[in-house]
């Protein structure tokens, strides 16, 4: 777990970040989330020590990162590490990693570069720029790493390929157990993956939305009826999605109430579906982005 406790830092004269607190829990995914200038980049470089925090402090599995500095280990930072290294080839690379990080799995790294299609004859900078992202992301997982801090991975890649990465990242959270902190400007490229999300405003959390409070408070049903929804329950349901006779709807408020009155009316079929938390931002903000 990384506990990220009342952090503060200035930068020059500009208080950056002020009393940030949050925890990052195993194999989840963690969105910080802010418009250019909101102090995403000075929370994760401070995460992993690169700058001091004025005030508060930072535990990697119950270890103070500035106390024990072996206890940033388990955190590997991705900041357009490939940009440094694209005069060389990406075995040089690959060798350049396996000396730095002890846990560098050469296999697992051949494996993801064979799974991607990556070229392996080349420099590093005759890749794409998409390509570029990618290979960050192979080193980093290749590293074997308990988190993974990543700013703006996508940043700049086409849909297809930020979609390609995406689906890499939930990948490696639900197969090695990986907890992956994204910063991002984009709400809406991690609303399905994520955990949690902190949206950060001028360097403090504006607004908190976690997967597991919302399952508390929410049930998301697929519903089909042989005719139409009765209006008695449409009116109680924050309709998702609507095809045909077949809808897609959110409910709040007394969930087993709502439940009986749901199997009253009578429908074909209805099925509990899984929570994200896009769910949540279409019925609060009708799809309205938060960062903005
Ligand atoms: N070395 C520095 N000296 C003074 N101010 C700085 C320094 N580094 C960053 N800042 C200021 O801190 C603020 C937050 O920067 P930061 O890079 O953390 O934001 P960000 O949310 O990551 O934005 P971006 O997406 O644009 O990188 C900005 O206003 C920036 O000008």
Known sequence: MIHVQNVSK?????????????????????????RNGAGKTTLLRTMVTILDPDQGTISVNGEDVFAKPEAKASMLYVEDSVEALK???????????????????????QELMHRFQMPETKKVKQYSKGRKALFSLILAFATKPEYVLLDEPTDGLDVIMKKEIMRFMLDEVAKENISIIIATHRLDELESLADQIFVLKEGEVAETFQLDELRDTYKKWQIVYREQMPDSLLNQLYILQQSGRAYTCLAAGNLQELEIELQKTEPLLYEELPLKLEDLFAAKLGGDSIAE
Not at 12 to 34: C, M, P, S, Y
Not at 102 to 109: K, S, T
């Open 10 to 34: 200035t930068m020059g004269e500009q208080q950056v970040i002020t009393d940030i607190t949050f925890t990052v829990g195993k194999g989840t995914i963690t969105g910080i989330v802010g």
């Open 87 to 109: 005069n060389y080839s990406v075995s040089n690379i690959a060798s350049l990693y396996a000396d730095i990080y002890p846990n560098f799995d050469h296999d697992y790294f």
